[in-house]
């Protein structure tokens, strides 16, 4: 794994996300959104699937579930300084890298433009399998696709009507090979609040936050943090 070098956020104007799940950016990624809209980065969500198979509700009508979801998701952005969410209503648990897919998350970089992008990881875990849910290796996988080559090649996607984009980094959460944190002990409470937006997933939310706040300290202490600092984990690629 190449060792990271990305662009100064300074430098950068525009963050898409891509991830296969509503909640999913807020367990990996919120604290350090949160860092990239304080410095006045404009970040977008692409979430591919409404989170059908998900919750803890068995009185709740199933149907109502994508909208559901779609709000959470919208709440918890808003938390972290995000306003513009792409939902691309692919079926929960039925996630491919196919071609369609590709196309779509192409269409949502060449729309949004960004010189960042942020996704899950699409290689498996072992050790945490939780995170490498098919779904999330799925999606990973087809933003990878589209990151490099296919937002960038004007030949691919000619259906496409928006202009094509190259995109310069490639972040990814819980990968095995991680090159880079971001300290967010200053936005980890926007982080929390992003999390606790998505009511309908929280058997135990005082749990959860329980173990939130423990792994995230985690991650910092082994990045070098110091202490009472709370940290996330990334490995970036960088193509120019």
Partial sequence: MPEANPRPDSEIERVLVVVAHPDDIDFGGAGTVA??????????????????????????????????????QTAAAEHVGVHDLHFLGYA??????TFELVRDISRVIRTVRPQRLLTQSPE??????????PDHLAAA??????????????????DVAEEAWDVDELWMMDHPDINHHVDITDTFDQKLAALMSHTSQHRDPEGLLKGIRANFNRVATAAGFPPNHYAEAFTVIRMR
């Fill in 92 to 97: 929960d648990g039925a996630v491919e890298p």
């Fill in 141 to 158: 996988e087809a933003a990878v696709r589209a990151f490099y080559p296919a937002a960038g090649n004007p030949y691919a996607y000619t």
């Fill in 124 to 133: 498996r875990v072992w050790s945490r399998l939780q995170v490498s849910h």
């Fill in 35 to 72: 860092v990239w809209t304080k410095a006045g980065i404009d970040v977008h969500y692409c979430i591919v699937t409404d989170g059908q198979a998900g919750g803890f509700e068995p009185e709740r009508d199933r149907a109502e579930i994508p909208a559901v979801r779609r709000t959470e």
